[in-house]
């Protein structure tokens, strides 16, 4: 073995297998209703557009779509214009393109945190911000997060607060991954103001606000931020396609050097092609219809996924109701341990993630989260009914 022989660096060492990785790993067969993955849907993801934007852009700037280069001026144009459109002033120069979110926490967590230094996180969430955050030997001081109930920004307080000062926090404010919960407008404005008094940067992780089904769009918690204390991390991964990895932070443009440098370090710069051509997608006014569709999908499938919910296991679930993105979060009696149960539901046929694997501060062994993206709305009523089957017995 390789490790026999060689010490890894510390940044890799603390980083965990992925345990939803290897479950996912038992879930191939077809057969299976799988609620497990976080995946766009299939159906709306625009293959043909996108072929024809790329097709456009090749025959149009030739091998200057193929080379190095900075960061493609009109994608940072466009949007910085769509963040003033959402409150958040900024200028091109404060917008950083990234391949995807998943890299604006890492540069941003690496800005701020060394080894052993704490970092505030709500007490369930994305495994990517433990990856950059725990996963490089940070502490954690969590908050509590409930499906129903909402952020406990009291709890956010105690932990900005807490000794020694955090010098990071993160909050995933829109459609939750995994509880699919939003914050409210108080409680984005409360965060922006305790984060400036506290002069605690905030990283708002954001892939799914331009999801959101029913209701109105909200303000990032950045368009409340006077102090600059604010990263707001946003994504193309969930408004086009994941495998464009692309993505942007909006940062202060005193950092403008560093973040410049660090970016650098992991990998120059992001496809010049894809820059080009999403601005080609936007430039010929795909993107509203596309929306459009993505929610019309994710409104149908998550309406399902409540009703199924409501009939299969209202009598021993509570759940959070989504009004956007594609994640809801159950929890189910004490009794029930979901990472237990998972190769039981796996020979019946369903799939979902263990909530225990979203878990800061361990605990939550009766929490699944189910993604309804990939489903139609009569399998999300099978998938419901043969999880109901596996989960029952155990209830005692
Ligand atoms: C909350 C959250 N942040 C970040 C990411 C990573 O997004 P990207 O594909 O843009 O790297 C995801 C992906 O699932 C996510 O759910």
Same mark, same amino acid.
């Given at each position: 073995?390789?490790?026999?022989?060689?010490?890894?660096?510390?940044?890799?060492?603390?980083?965990?297998?992925?345990?939803?990785?290897?479950?996912?790993?038992? +879930?191939?067969?077809?057969?299976?209703?799988?609620?497990?993955?976080?995946?766009?849907? #299939?159906?709306?993801?625009?293959?043909?557009?996108?072929? @024809?934007?790329?097709?456009?852009?090749?025959?149009?700037?030739?091998?200057? /779509?193929?080379?190095?280069?900075?960061?493609?001026?009109?994608?940072?144009?466009?949007?910085?214009?769509?963040? #003033? *459109? !959402?409150?958040?002033?900024?200028?091109? *120069?404060?917008?950083?393109?990234?391949?995807?979110?998943?890299?604006?926490?890492?540069?941003?967590?690496?800005?701020?945190?060394?080894?052993? @230094?704490?970092?505030?996180?709500? &007490?369930?969430?994305?495994?990517?911000?433990?990856?950059?955050?725990?996963?490089?030997?940070?502490?954690?001081?969590?908050? /509590?997060?409930?499906?129903?109930?909402?952020?406990?920004?009291?709890?956010?307080? +105690?932990?900005?607060?807490? &000794? $020694?000062? $955090?010098?990071? +926090?993160?909050?995933?404010? #829109?459609?939750?991954? $995994?509880?699919?919960?939003?914050? &409210?407008?108080?409680?984005?404005?409360?965060?922006?103001?305790?984060?400036?008094?506290?002069?605690?940067?905030?990283?708002?992780?954001?892939?799914?606000?331009?999801?959101?089904?029913?209701?109105?769009?909200?303000? $990032?918690?950045?368009?409340?931020? =006077?102090?600059?204390?604010?990263?707001?991390?946003?994504?193309?991964?969930?408004?086009?396609?994941?495998?464009?990895?692309?993505?942007?932070?909006?940062? %202060?443009?005193?950092?403008?050097?560093?973040?410049?440098?660090?970016?650098?370090?992991?990998?120059? =710069?992001?496809?010049?092609?894809?820059?080009?051509?999403?601005? *080609?997608?936007?430039?010929?006014?795909?993107?509203?219809?596309?929306?459009?569709?993505?929610?019309?999908?994710?409104?149908? !499938?998550? /309406?399902?996924?409540?009703? +199924?919910?409501? &009939?299969?296991?209202?009598?021993?679930?509570?759940?959070?109701?989504?009004?956007?993105?594609?994640? /809801?979060?159950? @929890?189910? %009696?004490?009794?029930?341990?979901?990472? @237990?149960?998972?190769?039981?539901?796996?020979?019946?046929?369903?799939?979902?993630?263990?909530?225990?694997?979203?878990?800061?501060?361990?605990?939550?062994?009766?929490?699944?989260?189910?993604?309804?993206?990939?489903?139609?709305?009569?399998?999300?009523? *099978?998938?419901?009914?043969?999880?109901?089957?596996?989960?029952?017995?155990?209830?005692?």
């Amino acid at each position: 073995m390789y490790t026999d022989s060689h010490r890894l660096s510390e940044g890799v060492s603390d980083l965990k297998r992925s345990v939803m990785r290897d479950l996912l790993c038992l +879930a191939v067969d077809p057969e299976i209703i799988s609620m497990a993955g976080g995946l766009p849907a #299939n159906d709306v993801l625009p293959v043909d557009t996108i072929r @024809e934007c790329l097709d456009a852009v090749l025959t149009r700037d030739g091998p200057k /779509t193929l080379q190095y280069s900075p960061q493609w001026r009109p994608l940072q144009e466009w949007i910085a214009a769509h963040m #003033n *459109e !959402r409150g958040v002033r900024c200028s091109p *120069e404060e917008v950083f393109i990234t391949n995807g979110a998943q890299q604006g926490l890492a540069i941003v967590s690496r800005l701020f945190l060394d080894r052993g @230094e704490p970092v505030v996180l709500e &007490s369930l969430t994305f495994t990517g911000v433990q990856q950059v955050t725990s996963g490089r030997g940070a502490k954690v001081v969590s908050f /509590t997060i409930d499906p129903v109930d909402g952020h406990d920004i009291d709890g956010f307080e +105690a932990a900005i607060t807490s &000794s $020694p000062s $955090p010098r990071l +926090a993160v909050v995933i404010p #829109n459609f939750h991954n $995994p509880l699919g919960i939003s914050l &409210s407008i108080d409680d984005r404005q409360r965060v922006a103001a305790l984060c400036a008094e506290h002069a605690i940067p905030l990283i708002e992780d954001d892939p799914y606000s331009l999801l959101r089904f029913e209701g109105e769009l909200d303000p $990032p918690i950045r368009s409340f931020d =006077e102090a600059g204390r604010v990263f707001y991390l946003g994504s193309f991964s969930k408004l086009l396609a994941p495998a464009l990895r692309l993505g942007w932070i909006v940062a %202060p443009v005193d950092l403008a050097p560093t973040v410049t440098v660090l970016r650098e370090s992991f990998d120059l =710069e992001s496809s010049t092609l894809t820059q080009r051509m999403v601005m *080609e997608f936007i430039d010929r006014g795909l993107l509203p219809a596309h929306l459009e569709r993505s929610r019309d999908a994710y409104r149908e !499938r998550g /309406t399902a996924m409540l009703r +199924a919910l409501d &009939s299969h296991l209202g009598d021993i679930a509570r759940w959070s109701r989504p009004e956007g993105g594609i994640f /809801t979060w159950v @929890e189910l %009696p004490e009794s029930v341990d979901t990472t @237990e149960i998972f190769t039981e539901a796996v020979e019946q046929k369903v799939a979902y993630i263990p909530g225990a694997v979203f878990s800061t501060t361990g605990g939550h062994h009766n929490t699944m989260r189910l993604s309804y993206a990939n489903l139609t709305p009569e399998l999300i009523d *099978e998938g419901v009914e043969r999880l109901a089957g596996v989960v029952r017995p155990h209830v005692t």
